[in-house]
Antibody, heavy 120, light 108 residues
């Protein structure tokens, strides 16, 4: 059974760099893209970016200048860094596994979510 | 294009059938996937690809796609189906993911 467990600080001040990490337990780490998705309070889901096991990344164009997603295959972990945060970055942040088997793209496993608040 | 458009809210009587749609240019190239999210919980995938249900998802959930529109149908809606539903796909470039704004389903 695949499990994604995420952690990271919950409170950041404006202009700081948000940092979250997600550990993957069970299943293969090498055959998937590993993604970050966020959800502001009371709002919808927003795709942030993704990384595969060799470090290839794709980012949401609206966040690209501030986002870094990285991978540590020795620990089966991947991380998110979002720089220069503002109150607009307050959200629940989810990590998720993207499955593209058969040419279909979908998120089949999700982390528990982490509430990140940006406030002075 | 990187947009997926969903109706904000729909309601359905208990036991009746509801169809939720998602429109976007990228759906002409990529199949969508559908996620159910209940308050305080992470989303779960209910339909992906042409019409695939993960293990544990009731068969009252089905999907279809035509042109630039993906649809999720709940046949015989139950009270526990009341939730927010999001569609997802790759954008037209294939390099980015994109979500619809979500549809709030109320079961009356």
């Amino acid at each position: 059974q695949v499990q994604l467990q995420q952690w990271g600080s919950g409170l950041f001040k404006p202009s700081e760099t948000l940092s979250l990490t997600c550990a993957v337990y069970g299943g293969s780490f090498t055959n998937y893209y590993w993604s970050w998705i966020r959800q502001p309070p009371g709002k919808g889901l927003e795709w942030i970016g993704e990384v595969n096991h060799i470090g290839s990344t794709n980012y949401n164009p609206s966040l690209k200048s501030r986002v870094t997603v990285s991978v540590d295959t020795s620990k089966n972990q991947f991380s998110l860094k979002l720089s220069s945060v503002t109150a607009a970055d307050t959200a629940i942040y989810y990590c998720a596994r993207e499955n593209d088997s058969g040419g279909y793209y979908y998120f089949d496993y999700w982390g528990q979510g982490a509430l990140v608040t940006v406030s002075s | 294009s990187s947009e997926l458009t969903q109706d904000p809210a729909v309601s359905v009587a208990l036991g009746q059938t509801i169809r939720i749609t998602c429109q976007g240019d990228s759906l002409r190239r990529y199949y969508g996937s559908w996620y159910q999210q209940k308050p305080g919980q992470a989303p779960i995938v209910v339909i992906y690809g042409k019409n695939n249900r993960p293990s544990g998802i009731p068969d009252r959930f089905s999907g279809s796609s035509s042109g630039n529109t993906a649809s999720l149908t709940i046949t015989g809606a139950q009270a526990e189906d009341e939730a927010d539903y999001y569609c997802h796909s790759r954008d037209s470039s294939g390099d980015h993911g994109v979500f619809g704004a979500g549809t709030k389903v109320t079961v009356l």
